[in-house]
């Protein structure tokens, strides 16, 4: 079921779905909600977004979030256009950390040298941190005679969040590290178009 509202630069969109999947013997009913609201003037643009999905993994004996299940998710961008055609864009994403299952134990096996670990049960996961992510951009447009040149530069991470990806383990599963998303990023390019 879907939305949508226009007037006065205001646009706002939002939606209601449900699904029914399975993967492999499991159910996987899918349900969510979404909202996006955005608003515009003469040098301004701006807008919001909210997300929630539940997708859970079901058997008779015991339930489960999916990887894809995330109780929210939330976007923020602004870009102000600045004279002599300059442009100033931020862009701030966060959303629920990823539902997994961790390693709770290991055993030595003599037969292949190494450590065999063990899993939680599939409803005894836990969830990575909250992802967090802040960009900033700021661009040129610059004339010239056979077409223009675009000048960028962007700070992607700006704030230099640690954004979980997974946990990585030393060989006896003893000891857990973090394996981090991108760290903070500077680029400045040019585009020329012609």
Excluded: C
Aim: proline letters at 5%; hydrophobic letters at 40%.
């Amino acid at each position: 079921m879907d939305y949508q509202y226009q007037d006065k630069g205001w646009k706002i969109q939002s939606a209601l779905y449900l699904k029914n999947n399975r993967t492999g013997d499991l159910k996987n009913p899918i349900r969510g909600a979404e909202i996006f609201a955005a608003w515009q003037r003469k040098n301004f643009t701006g807008s919001v977004s909210a997300a929630h999905v539940s997708s859970l993994l079901q058997a008779e004996e015991f339930r489960y979030p999916s990887p894809y299940d995330l109780s929210y998710f939330l976007r923020l961008y602004a870009k102000y256009d600045l004279p002599d055609l300059w442009t100033l864009a931020v862009t701030y994403r966060q959303r629920q950390g990823r539902y997994f299952q961790p390693i709770i134990g290991a055993q030595f096996d003599e037969n292949t040298d190494t450590f065999i670990p063990f899993y939680a049960a599939p409803d005894a996961g836990e969830r990575l941190p909250a992802y967090r992510l802040a960009d900033v951009s700021i661009s040129k447009i610059l004339p010239v005679s056979f077409g223009s040149i675009v000048l960028y530069a962007t700070a992607g991470n700006v704030f230099d969040t640690k954004n979980v990806r997974a946990y990585d383990y030393n060989f006896d599963y003893t000891e857990r590290s973090e394996n981090l998303f991108g760290r903070r990023v500077f680029f400045v390019g040019g585009v020329l178009e012609w």
